[in-house]
Structures are given as structure tokens and as C-alpha cells.
């Protein structure tokens, strides 16, 4: 799994073997510059899942539902999560464990697949004191492997396990029948999940647990710098790129 946010991404990662896009609330911080994912809206999240759905990609879009459109009630849950679906998404992802338990159940009873997702979840920064690894203290171990479970019971079809010791994420993946999704979570769970922006170089910082696999800030910088040096020298725009009326 990996996310996408926008049209153009979208239709190249649709001719990959990806097996599944996250259009993440990530969108905040790597496409809107916000300092967390707290400031996304609906808004937002319906905007970019349309984007993605548009290119028409064979993978599963597991949507995110941002911060504040699950927490209030059941009900506004059901109704932002049927947007998402409106929107274009197959599924819906949201964080917490056995605190939202019914929500998942409500979603899921609407019809709409639920993907869960545990350890650190960035919504909920401030309560965990930070973005940080979870899961050291016994208490937290125990925790999040109840959440899992909670989070299975409740009818969700897969969980994200983020930025917990490799021992734990395995320890939840072995006490659930579901896919277990990982970032930053070791090689024990059934997928691995990354921010696009991270696998492609594009992110002013990442995590220790992200790897990018191309340094495209670099080229983009380079074709942008060899434009304005074409500009100036006048080698842009050559003959083939404009019409003369005489010819
Ligand atoms: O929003 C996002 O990109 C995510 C992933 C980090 C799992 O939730």
C-alpha cells in the first residue's frame, strides 16, 4: 500500500502492481504544508479522493477519515464516511482502537469497509505526548494488542500498525485473523504501507522508518533550474515549440 493524493500520481501508480492506495490524511503535511494531519478537513479528504478515483485504478482507495469527523457522534461518523464513498473511496480508514470500537461497527454496518489504525496515530499526537514510538511500556504492549482485537470484533477488514517495536506489531498480527498493514512496525504483519512523498524523495524530512527509493527533489530542481537557465539564454522556447505564422 501506498498513498496518493492527486490525479496524475494516481493514473502512474494505476499501471503498477500496487495492490492497494491510500488516499491519507498524510495530505495535510506533504501536499498542503501543514505541521499535522489535525488541521484536514472533509473538505480536503473528499477533494483528493475524487482526484484519485478519477484516474480509475485498479487498486483498493482506502480513504482517510480526518481528525474530528468520527470522534462527535456514530451518526456524523456513518454520514462523512458515506461522503469518502461518494467521493470515490472502496474503504475507510480511521485511528484509534477499543475507544472506537463502535464507530467501526456503525461504519461497518452501513456497508462500508473499515480499516483500523493503531500504535502511533498521528491524529492523536498531542495525547501521546508527541509523535513517538508506542508500544514500550507493558500497559502499551498490552493495549494495543486488545485494540487489534477490538478493532477485528468491531468488523474491520485490515488495521495499520504504525511506529511500534516489531515485537508488538507482530504480537497484534498473530492475535488477529485480518491483515495487519505495517509502517514503521517491522516485517512481521501481512503488508508494509509508506507516504508516497518519502518513497520518492520529496518529503523535507522523513522518518527513520521511510525510504526513499528516488531523490526526485533533486530532479525537479535540476529541470527547474535548467529551464531558467534556457529561458534566460533563450534556447527556450526553441523553433518546435511555437508557431511561426510565416511558415
Ligand atoms: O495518512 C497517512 O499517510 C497514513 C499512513 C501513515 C498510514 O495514515
Request: proline share 4%; charged share 25%; with cysteine.
Amino acid at each position: 500500500m501506498l498513498t496518493t493524493y492527486d490525479y496524475p500520481v494516481a493514473r502512474i501508480v494505476s499501471e503498477t502492481d500496487l495492490d492497494s492506495i491510500l488516499v491519507g490524511d498524510s495530505l495535510g503535511m506533504v501536499v498542503l504544508g501543514y505541521q499535522n494531519t489535525q488541521k484536514v478537513d472533509m473538505e480536503d479528504m473528499i477533494r483528493h479522493t475524487s482526484a484519485v478515483s478519477r484516474a480509475n485504478p485498479p487498486q483498493l482507495i482506502v480513504a482517510d477519515m480526518p481528525f474530528l469527523s468520527y470522534e462527535v457522534s456514530k451518526e456524523e461518523a456513518v454520514r462523512n464516511a458515506g461522503l469518502l464513498v461518494k467521493a470515490g473511496a472502496d474503504a475507510v480508514k480511521l485511528e484509534g482502537g477499543q475507544e472506537v470500537a463502535d464507530v467501526v461497527r456503525a461504519i461497518t454496518k452501513a456497508g462500508i469497509p473499515v480499516m483500523g489504525h493503531i500504535g502511533m496515530t498521528p491524529q492523536r499526537y498531542l495525547k501521546l505526548g508527541g509523535f513517538r514510538v508506542v508500544g514500550k511500556s507493558d500497559a502499551e504492549f498490552n493495549s494495543l494488542v486488545e485494540d487489534g482485537k477490538a478493532l477485528e470484533e468491531a468488523g474491520a477488514f485490515s488495521i495499520v500498525i504504525e511506529n511500534t517495536y516489531a515485537d508488538v506489531a507482530e504480537t497484534i498480527t498473530r492475535s488477529v485473523s485480518i491483515p495487519t498493514i505495517c509502517i514503521g512496525a517491522g516485517l512481521s504483519c501481512d503488508g508494509q504501507v509508506l507516504v508516497i512523498h518519502d518513497l520518492l524523495g520529496l518529503s523535507d524530512v522523513r522518518p527513520y522508518f521511510a525510504k526513499a527509493y528516488v531523490d526526485l527533489k533533486s530532479e525537479i530542481k535540476k529541470a527547474v533550474s535548467n529551464y531558467v537557465h534556457d529561458v534566460k539564454s533563450g534556447e527556450f522556447p526553441g523553433k518546435e515549440n511555437y508557431k511561426d505564422r510565416a511558415n
